[in-house]
C-alpha cells in the first residue's frame, strides 16, 4: 500500500504540488516561492492505527481513502523511527496479555524530534484497576525503546500513565524553544517542517516592532518562536486544552512578552470594536496595543467574512494555510486592501495532495 511513499518519488511528487499551487493561484501576482521541503521519510510525529483481533493474532490496520478496503499495517514509513519501533513492540508486548489486548480497537501514538513518546489504547470495555496494573507494567517495558506515557480510554474513562503529554524542542535558527504537546490537542505533525516554517515566519517579521496579533494561536506554536520580534504578543485561541499548554510553553521559553486569551476570532473582533465586553479581557487595555501584524493559522475551511474584515485592519497580515482554496478565496478578499509580499510552499504532507503554505500580505 506504501509502494508510492518512496524516497525515488519524492521529488516528483513535490514538483508537481508546485505546479498545482502555480496553477491554483494564476490569478494573483505572487512572488517566486520559497520552497520548503520535507524528510521523504519518518516525518510524521502522529499516527493512528486501527486495531484487528484474528483469532491469537492482532496487528494494525488502515483503510484505503478511496476503496475504503482494509489493509494490514506492520511499518508506515511515514511515521518517525520512534513509532515504528513502538508499533511493533507494543504488539509483541501485549499479544499475550488478555487484560490489555482484550477488546482494544485503536492505538495513536505521537512522539518528538527529542525522543518522547506517548501512546493512547482505546477500548470496546470499562478499564478496570487491573488494567491500569498491566498498563503500569507495559510502560516500564517499553520504556527501553524511549522515554514513554500511556493513557488508557474508554466510554467515559481516561486513565493516565503517568501524563498525557510530550515535551518537545524545536531549533529555530540558533535557538531552541519549548513546547508541551497534549494527547488528543492539535501539533502540527511534521515537526521538520514546522521548524521552518517558524524560521520563516520568524525571519520575514524581524526588525517588525509594534504588537503581534495572533488568531488560533493553539499551543503557542508560533507566537513564541516570533515573540523576539515584537514588543508585545496578544494570542487568542477558544481551546482551554492549548491554552494551557500555551501558558506552560510561555514559562518554559522564559518568555515575558506573550499574553494568551481563550476567545474566538468573533469575539476578539467584538471587544476590538467596542461592542461587546468580556470578562476574560477585563486585565486588557485593547487600546493600548498597536494593531500593525496580525498572525493567522486557522483550519482548514479558512477564515469567515468577519475574519477577513478583523485582519484587513492590519497594515501586515501573515497567514498560515493548511487548504489552498480556501485560501485562495481568501486571499481574493485581502489584495483588496493588501499586496502579496511573500508566497512560501511547505511540504507538511508529502505524498498526499495536501500542503501548507504562508503569505504574508502588506497595505497597499
Not at 135 to 142: F, G, T
Request: glycine share 4%.
Amino acid at each position: 500500500m506504501f509502494s508510492h511513499i518512496h524516497p525515488d518519488n519524492y521529488d516528483a511528487q513535490l514538483l508537481k504540488k508546485q505546479q498545482d499551487m502555480a496553477k491554483l493561484f494564476s490569478d494573483f501576482s505572487l512572488p517566486a516561492a520559497d520552497l520548503y521541503p520535507s524528510a521523504p521519510l519518518n516525518y510524521r510525529q502522529r499516527a493512528e492505527f486501527r486495531v484487528w483481533h484474528d483469532g491469537d493474532d492482532l496487528y494494525y490496520i488502515m483503510f484505503d481513502s478511496k476503496t475504503k478496503e482494509k489493509y494490514r499495517v506492520d511499518d508506515f514509513p511515514v511515521a518517525s523511527k520512534l513509532i515504528n519501533k513502538a508499533m511493533k513492540a507494543l504488539l509483541a508486548a501485549i499479544k499475550d496479555h488478555k487484560e490489555l489486548r482484550y477488546k482494544l480497537f485503536q492505538v495513536d501514538f505521537l512522539s518528538t524530534l527529542s525522543g518522547e513518546l506517548l501512546i493512547s489504547m482505546l477500548y470496546h470495555k470499562s478499564l478496570e484497576e487491573s488494567w491500569k496494573v498491566e498498563a503500569e507494567k507495559l510502560k516500564v517495558q517499553l520504556s527501553t525503546i524511549a522515554p514513554v506515557d500511556i493513557i488508557g480510554r474508554a466510554k467515559k474513562q481516561k486513565i493516565i500513565i503517568d501524563k498525557d503529554y510530550v515535551m518537545e524542542s524545536l531549533q529555530v535558527g540558533s535557538k531552541t524553544f519549548i513546547y508541551q504537546q497534549v494527547e488528543n490537542s492539535f501539533t502540527q505533525p511534521n515537526a521538520g517542517v514546522n521548524e521552518k516554517m517558524l524560521l520563516w515566519a520568524q525571519q520575514a517579521t524581524q526588525n517588525s516592532g509594534g504588537d503581534l496579533i495572533e488568531l488560533y494561536c493553539g499551543n503557542g506554536n508560533f507566537s513564541i518562536a516570533l515573540a523576539e520580534n515584537f514588543t508585545r504578543v496578544l494570542a487568542t485561541e477558544i481551546s482551554k486544552t492549548s491554552v494551557r499548554s500555551a501558558q506552560i510553553n510561555i514559562s518554559k521559553n522564559n518568555i515575558d512578552n506573550i499574553d494568551i486569551v481563550r476567545m474566538s476570532s468573533e469575539e476578539f473582533s467584538q471587544a476590538m470594536n467596542g461592542e461587546r465586553k468580556f470578562r476574560r479581557l477585563a486585565d486588557f487595555d485593547l487600546t493600548t496595543y498597536n494593531y500593525d501584524t496580525v498572525l493567522v493559522d486557522p483550519p482548514r475551511a479558512g477564515l469567515d467574512r468577519d475574519s477577513v474584515e478583523l485582519v484587513r485592519r492590519f497594515n501586515k497580515i501573515i497567514y498560515i494555510s493548511c487548504n489552498p482554496e480556501t485560501l485562495k478565496d481568501n486571499l481574493a478578499l485581502l489584495v483588496e486592501t493588501h499586496q502579496i509580499d511573500k508566497f512560501a510552499l511547505f511540504d507538511q504532507f508529502p505524498y498526499t495532495d495536501h500542503i501548507e503554505t504562508g503569505v504574508i500580505l502588506t497595505r497597499k
